[in-house]
């Protein structure tokens, strides 16, 4: 049976990545399933990958090491199945991420700076 993941690397022909590549991918991954499993979400918080971290670090040019006490978190909104926005923000180790839809929407909107409108949301106010 293929999986989203092997679908995923049969499409990019040559490249191979190690175990932990894999599994830092699977990761990714993550997301997609949360939302099949509540299909009544759209948001939701929970820690960055590693891999999501390099990623901005090096898209952005900058060093994203955490300042001591921190970890990095993602945000995440779910705009249709398949589609999802994701906001990469540092604050306090430790905080809990199995939150509320309320509380997951505050925070994307929050590190958004409401700059990410749902689509949905802003038609109702049209």
Sequence with gaps: MS??????????PGVTLTR???RRLGRLMDDRRFFERH????????LASRVEVETQALLKGVDLTPAPGS???VAVRQEVPGLRLRLLFATDAGNET????????????????????????GASHG
């Design 71 to 73: 970890s990095y978190y």
């Design 39 to 46: 299909p009544n979400r759209t948001h939701r918080v929970r």
């Design 20 to 22: 932990q590549g894999r």
């Design 98 to 121: 199995d939150v509320s839809e309320e509380e997951a929407r505050f925070v994307f909107e929050w590190f958004s700076g409401g700059s990410l409108t749902n689509r949905k949301e």
């Design 3 to 12: 999986t989203p993941l092997n679908t995923i690397l049969q499409m990019a």
